[in-house]
C-alpha cells in the first residue's frame, strides 16, 4: 500500500539558497508525524512545496501514490490535503457554528442556500453538532469569532480543515500564540482527531511535539538531518546538538 503522503527527493531553491534540499519523506496512513528544526531549516516552504503554494524545482509529491508535484492548491485540496494555517484566517464576525456550517455544507452539496435548507438536512446538522462538540466549541458557538479566545480561535481552524475531510492534515504550528493555560485543551483536541487522517505537525513547541507525535522528522538547512520515533529523536545526540539543547523553544 502507498504512503499517505510522500515526498522523494524535493527540492526548492530561491536563487543561490537551496531552502529544500533534496527531502525524501514518508509520511504513514493514519501517521501523527511532527516536522521540526530549528529557525529558517526551512519548514515552512516544504509546507507551501506540499500544499502548492509554491511550485517545486525538483522531485515529486506522491498522496495515496499519485502525483499531485505539479497540482494546483484547489485539486491538491479535493484530492484530501487539508491544512491549517500559521497565520490566523478566520471570517472575525462570523460564529463558530456559521463558519462550520458553510464548510460542511460546502463539501455535503448543502451549496449556499444551506440555511434556508438545514431543517431538512439532518445528516449536515449532525456532522456540523460533532465538529463542534469534538473541538469544543459548544459555549462559544454563536459567538463572533474575534471576540473568542485564541485558543478556541485556533480551534475552529482545526475544525475547519477537518470539516473538508481530508485524508491527509497539515498542521502548521497550531500552538503558536495561544496561552499556555490554553494549550492543554488544545494538546488534548489534538490527539483526540480520527486516526483515518494522516497528520504532518509542524511545530515549534517540543512539548506539544513530544505529547502528539510517535516520529519525527528533523530538517536542518533544507535537508533531512534526521528521521525515526519519538524516543530514538529524543535520544539521538546529532539531534540534540543542532535542535534540543538549550535552544529547543526557538
Ligand atoms: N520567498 C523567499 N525568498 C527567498 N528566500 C526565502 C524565501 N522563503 C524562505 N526563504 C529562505 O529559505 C530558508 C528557509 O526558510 P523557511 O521559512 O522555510 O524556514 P522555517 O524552518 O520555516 O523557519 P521558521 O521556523 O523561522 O519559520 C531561509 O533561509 C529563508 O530565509
Known amino acids: 500500500m502507498s504512503a499517505a503522503l510522500q515526498t522523494i527527493a524535493l527540492e526548492k531553491r530561491f536563487g543561490g539558497l537551496i531552502a529544500t534540499d533534496k527531502v525524501s ?15 529558517g531549516a526551512g519548514k515552512t516552504t516544504f ?3 506540499l500544499t502548492g503554494v509554491l511550485p517545486a ?3 515529486q509529491i506522491l498522496l ?8 494546483s492548491q484547489i485539486q491538491r485540496a479535493r484530492l ?20 462550520i456550517g458553510l464548510a460542511v455544507s460546502e463539501r455535503m452539496g448543502g451549496g449556499r442556500d444551506f440555511w434556508r435548507r438545514v431543517g431538512t438536512r439532518t445528516d449536515i446538522l449532525d456532522e456540523i453538532t ?22 478556541k480561535q485556533r480551534l475552529l481552524e482545526i475544525a475547519l480543515a477537518l470539516a473538508s475531510n481530508p485524508r491527509v492534515l497539515l ?3 497550531p500552538a503558536a500564540g495561544v496561552p499556555e493555560a490554553e494549550r492543554g485543551e488544545l494538546l488534548e483536541t489534538l490527539a483526540q482527531l480520527p ?15 513530544f505529547a502528539f507525535a510517535e516520529r519525527i522528522t528533523v530538517l536542518v538547512n533544507g535537508a533531512l538531518f534526521a528521521d525515526g520515533t519519538v524516543s530514538e529523536i529524543m535520544s539521538d545526540p546529532r539531534v540534540q546538538a543542532v535542535y534540543l539543547g538549550s535552544d529547543a523553544h526557538a
Open 57 to 59: 524545482n525538483g522531485g
Open 195 to 209: 486516526r483515518d487522517v494522516s497528520i504532518l505537525l509542524i511545530e515549534h513547541d517540543m512539548d506539544l511535539v
Open 25 to 39: 519523506l514518508t509520511l504513514e496512513h493514519g501517521a501523527r508525524h511532527a516536522l521540526i528544526g530549528p529557525n
Open 64 to 71: 495515496d501514490g499519485n502525483d499531485i508535484t505539479r497540482k
Open 130 to 151: 460533532g465538529l463542534i462538540e469534538r473541538f469544543r466549541l459548544t459555549e462559544v458557538m454563536d459567538h463572533p469569532t474575534r471576540l473568542l479566545p485564541y485558543g
Open 47 to 49: 509546507v507551501n512545496l
Open 80 to 99: 484530501g490535503l487539508g491544512r491549517t494555517f500559521q497565520i490566523n484566517q478566520l471570517f472575525g464576525a462570523m460564529t463558530p457554528v456559521e463558519s
Open 171 to 173: 498542521l502548521d504550528e
